[in-house]
């Protein structure tokens, strides 16, 4: 019969034990820069209700009509998590966060799901970090969000990227917008693609996030929101732009750009690396100050942004960066014969206790394969011990940096070992 053989779901990757240590020093420096930043970390389930996602992300846009993972349980609908600005807000609003006083500035890491055709970078179980901030209707907020994203590649080294800003206006300015959108796009309508004709009734301002090549020429023709802002959301994106110009941080306007997502309201940002390939998107957001309200809560201003960790990932591969230095082991214990074996077990918990890394052989080999997997895991030192060694009560030190050995009893030799990692 044949053996039965299982693989991750297409789309979805294991990260194994050579790449976890990456992972950690990016999760390690998104929690640094977030405490930086005086941001607290938010923790959401995996599934959503489906009706969440579809009111906050939007009933036309490609994740909901294309991408989510949905099933349903007893009577429920649920959705695997496609991102988590909507489940942010929902748990804003069922536990009244605004109730803790002040601005929310919260923070998460974690993995996001979309059915979409794989490829690199594109993956159907991906990683975000972003953060929301909830509460604040000043252009601080859109600033501080934008250089929290921009922090993040600058500390470990990713500065070849094009940083895009639009502002999608609020709803005075877009409705005046939409409706000179459609009036220019109407009377192209039957040239337009089939998704781009539905959403011309619906929601013109999605036409032009679209990638089909009937809809470009359109596109690129199409009257600019800029011109439709009313004085409020031109201020506001002033403000904005002129603190990015303060920070030094630069930025090209996109008037087209409106991001993947329905909840936009005035600034939207997006980060592209051209050592990315075709999925050149590192991380994009902006404000959403209808949201709160749309899904349930008092009308509530908030702006955030959300990355994709395995995009930034393969841009430091691009760049030759790594974030971690091999991982070392600071102690290997070889022993030969049971009475060895014994005693090397109980010599562990003390090296440990003293904070070292320690292991030895699991499986009972030579002490060649011992040598072996010690320098496999990159050992600083080998303590060897022998049915000689344990009547002598005299043990060897190896010191596999220097190549040098010495005898010693137990106690003059872990003096030896936990001088040299002070
Ligand atoms: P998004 O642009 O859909 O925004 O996703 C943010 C980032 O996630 C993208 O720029 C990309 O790096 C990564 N990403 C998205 N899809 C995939 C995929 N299939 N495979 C790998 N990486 C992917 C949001 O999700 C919004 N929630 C951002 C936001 C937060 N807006 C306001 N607050």
């Not at 600005?85 to 500035?105: C, E, I, M, N, W």
């Not at 975000?128 to 929290?148: K, R, Y």
């Not at 994709?308 to 971690?324: D, P, V």
């Not at 014994?342 to 090296?351: D, E, I």
Request: aromatic share 8%; hydrophobic share 35%.
């Amino acid at each position: 019969m044949a053996k039965p053989s299982f693989s991750t779901p297409l789309g979805m990757v294991d990260i194994l034990p050579d790449e976890t240590p990456t992972w950690r020093a990016l999760e390690q420096i998104i929690h640094e820069e977030a405490a930086k930043f005086n941001f607290q970390e938010i923790r959401t389930p995996i599934l959503e209700p489906t009706e969440l996602i579809k009111r906050g992300v939007g009933q036309l846009t490609d994740i909901v009509t294309k991408e989510i993972f949905a099933f349903k349980k007893g009577d429920t609908h649920y959705v695997l998590r496609p991102e988590l600005t909507a489940p942010v807000v929902r748990s804003f609003v069922q536990h009244h966060l605004d109730q803790r006083g002040g601005v929310q500035k919260l923070y998460y890491i974690g993995p996001m799901f979309r059915a979409e055709r794989p490829q690199k970078g594109r993956q159907r179980q991906f990683h975000q970090f972003g953060l929301e901030v909830v509460g604040s209707a000043d252009p601080v907020a859109d600033i501080e969000t934008i250089a929290f994203m921009m922090r993040i590649y600058e500390r470990i080294g990713i500065e070849n990227f094009t940083l895009k800003l639009n502002s999608v206006g609020d709803p005075e300015s877009r409705e005046r917008y939409k409706n000179v959108l459609k009036e220019f796009l109407e009377p192209h309508r039957a040239q337009l693609s089939e998704l781009s004709q539905q959403r011309l009734d619906k929601n013109p301002m999605r036409i032009l996030d679209s990638k089909e090549p009937e809809d470009q020429e359109f596109i690129t023709k199409a009257p600019i929101i800029q011109d439709y802002l009313n004085e409020e959301s031109s201020l506001h994106f002033e403000q904005v732009k002129n603190g990015l110009n303060t920070l030094g941080i630069s930025y090209i306007l996109d008037p087209y750009l409106v991001r993947g997502m329905d909840y936009y309201t005035r600034t939207a940002f997006e980060l592209s690396s051209p050592d990315l390939g075709s999925q050149d998107a590192l991380a994009g957001g902006g404000r959403y100050d209808l949201l709160v309200e749309e899904i349930g809560g008092k009308p509530t201003p908030a702006v955030g942004f959300a990355a994709g960790m395995e995009r930034l990932l393969i841009a430091c591969e691009e760049l030759n960066i790594s974030l971690t230095d091999p991982t070392k082991l600071d102690v290997y214990v070889v022993s030969l014969g049971n009475a060895a074996r014994q005693w090397a077990l109980g010599c562990l918990p003390t090296l440990r206790a003293h904070g070292l890394s320690a292991s030895m052989d699991y499986s009972g080999r030579s002490m060649k394969a011992q040598m072996k997997e010690a320098n496999r895991e990159l050992a600083r030192f080998t303590l060897i011990v022998g049915e000689q060694e344990l009547q002598d009560e005299q043990f060897v030190l190896r010191d596999m940096e220097q190549s040098t050995e010495i005898k010693k009893d137990l106690s003059a030799l872990l003096r030896i070992i936990y001088q040299s990692f002070k």
